[in-house]
């Protein structure tokens, strides 16, 4: 008899097959579940940095869950491009975060280094921010380095970028090639272990079921009897691709194939909400944000948000700044839209939920903006829970239950 443990997994972003792979990986037998993109499914629309960006020391459990999401995420990559056999695009090369006037850049040096540089940004850790080592290491004033021309932007050495896009496809690959059966339908809920798609029902009974299924999941979670307490918030973003003019809308494609280990004229800023990616000469624009579902920026709204910040940053955007009015006038713009989820706190939801009739459903959802760089450790996460049983921690940050309080 096959004991091996039984586990579908609804969602096919990012975070459903991390699941998935993990779970494979530990020995589970697994079925994936859900349309490949549904419109407004996050991953494929995001803008794909994973970034050190944020509170100087990792004090709340959230930021602590993004830098060692951020420290792991390079390995777990390689690991996907290794048993996918499928080349990522992923940039090395760290991010510019750009401060588009000297107020601005004052403000971020405030945030980043709250007067006294330290935690995962001290002088030891690799990761400070330049340019400010070599003057910090000397001994200098930052007031010196914040008024020189040079100091407009600080550059995040070790943050990265890949294409999410890219990444999904390659664990879909290995996830094929690993015997998992894909349904790519809708669920409508699931009733003891039982999975309901739009079609029909699923013949298997599965032993756990894991819910990643974005925005969705709420829905889901209710119509089979379980509810996240603090319920879920959702803002919409925005990226948009252009490519050279020369190039042509074919030409996206075939650079977002290509493997990019980190070439002359890549590059990755941000500023703001705003976040720009030019990788073998594709500019990829992205995380323009609007509360409400339906009033998201136009396509040229966003274009033409690339194009400022392009013109701001001469010296970060080097021979790629004059191009960008052409960019936004070529054919070649491809312009897509996502939701991200968050929760009441901003932290996600990692474990599981009591099902009103008994049993539970797993939960992985509501990453918010760092959904792609902490995806594989909520996964390792839950995954460990399946496997070897779900350790105490019903008040934890990420635990649904930490809202119980709150709502009554
Ligand atoms: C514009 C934008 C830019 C972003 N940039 C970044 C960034 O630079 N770095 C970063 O770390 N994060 C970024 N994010 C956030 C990140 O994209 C998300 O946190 C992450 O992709 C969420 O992944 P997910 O798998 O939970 O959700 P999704 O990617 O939304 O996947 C949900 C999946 O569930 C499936 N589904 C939906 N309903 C059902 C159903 N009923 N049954 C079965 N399946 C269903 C969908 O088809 C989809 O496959 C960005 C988000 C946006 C929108």
Known sequence: ????KTVAVVGRGIVGLAVARELVLAG???TLIGPQNRRGSATRAAQGISSTKGLV???TPFFREKISGHAGLSAWLEGIERDSGQSLPIHRGGVWESGTT???YREIVDRVFRREPRGIFGADSGLMPEPFTGALRAGSSLTGVVESD???DLRYPGDLWFDPGACLDAIEKWLIKSYVTIFPEEVLAVERGRVHLVSGSLPETFDEVVIAAGPW????LSA??????????VEVGGTGILSRPKDGPSAIKESSNRSSQTRQGDLCVVSGKLSIAVISGTLRAGSTTNPELGRLASDEAIAREAGDLAAQIPGAFGRHAG?????LKHQGYLPTWGVRVRTRDRMPVVGSVPLAGGGRLWVATAFYKNGLQIAHTAAKTICSEIMNGPVARSRSPFSSARFVESTK
Request: glycine share 12%; no cysteine.
């Open 57 to 59: 020391v990792g004090n």
């Open 224 to 233: 089979s009897g379980a509810a996240l307490p603090g319920g879920l918030f």
């Open 150 to 152: 040079l100091a407009r």
């Open 102 to 104: 000297s107020q601005h």
């Open 1 to 4: 008899m096959n004991s091996r």
């Open 217 to 220: 999941s709420a829905e889901v």
């Open 28 to 30: 589970a037998r697994v």
């Open 323 to 327: 191009s960008v009015d052409k960019m």
